[in-house]
């Protein structure tokens, strides 16, 4: 069996990098210290996602962004992949409606993850309840 140098390692996470316009920390850490196994991940990866197949990417990557918020995946993990899709060209609005689909299923704490996580990466704002709200407001 061929050991990879540093230098082999460090091209594939480049190239990873390229294909799929994110690496994970974990990416990195393998390719340091257990090579084979991310060149064996990546390749499922490769054949499940990045491989042109039925599915284009914009949808494999709305996909992607709902199962990871519901399986409650870290924010990063979850930003990482809406930057994808915004890359692509889905819209912030696109992504917040795949995100709402994780509300019937997996239940309000799940949605705020994947919701929180989009947040941040498209700068969505929200409304403030006025002064008047806090007093009772006008009754109408």
Request: charged share 25%; hydrophobic share 45%.
């Given at each position: 069996?061929?050991?990879?140098?540093?230098?082999?390692?460090?091209?594939?996470?480049?190239?990873?990098?390229?294909?799929?316009?994110?690496v994970l920390d974990y990416h990195k850490v393998m390719a340091k210290h257990d090579f084979p196994v991310l060149q064996a991940a990546n390749d499922l990866v490769g054949?499940?996602?990045?491989?042109?197949?039925?599915?284009?990417?914009?949808?494999?990557?709305?996909?992607?962004?709902?199962?990871?918020?519901?399986?409650?995946?870290?924010?990063?993990?979850?930003?990482?992949?809406?930057?994808?899709?915004?890359?692509?060209?889905?819209?912030?609005?696109?992504?917040?409606?795949?995100?709402?689909?994780?509300?019937?299923?997996?239940?309000?704490?799940?949605?705020?993850?994947?919701?929180?996580?989009?947040?941040?990466?498209?700068?969505?704002?929200?409304?403030?309840?006025?002064?008047?709200?806090?007093?009772?407001?006008?009754?109408?």
């Amino acid at each position: 069996m061929l050991i990879a140098t540093v230098d082999d390692a460090q091209q594939y996470i480049d190239e990873m990098a390229r294909k799929r316009g994110y690496v994970l920390d974990y990416h990195k850490v393998m390719a340091k210290h257990d090579f084979p196994v991310l060149q064996a991940a990546n390749d499922l990866v490769g054949a499940a996602y990045l491989n042109q197949r039925a599915l284009d990417r914009k949808t494999k990557e709305l996909i992607f962004i709902v199962s990871l918020t519901v399986m409650r995946a870290s924010k990063g993990h979850i930003q990482s992949r809406i930057k994808v899709a915004l890359d692509l060209g889905v819209s912030p609005q696109e992504i917040l409606e795949a995100i709402e689909i994780s509300l019937p299923e997996a239940g309000v704490v799940a949605f705020q993850a994947g919701f929180e996580a989009w947040c941040e990466v498209v700068g969505a704002e929200g409304l403030k309840p006025t002064v008047e709200a806090f007093r009772g407001g006008s009754g109408a």
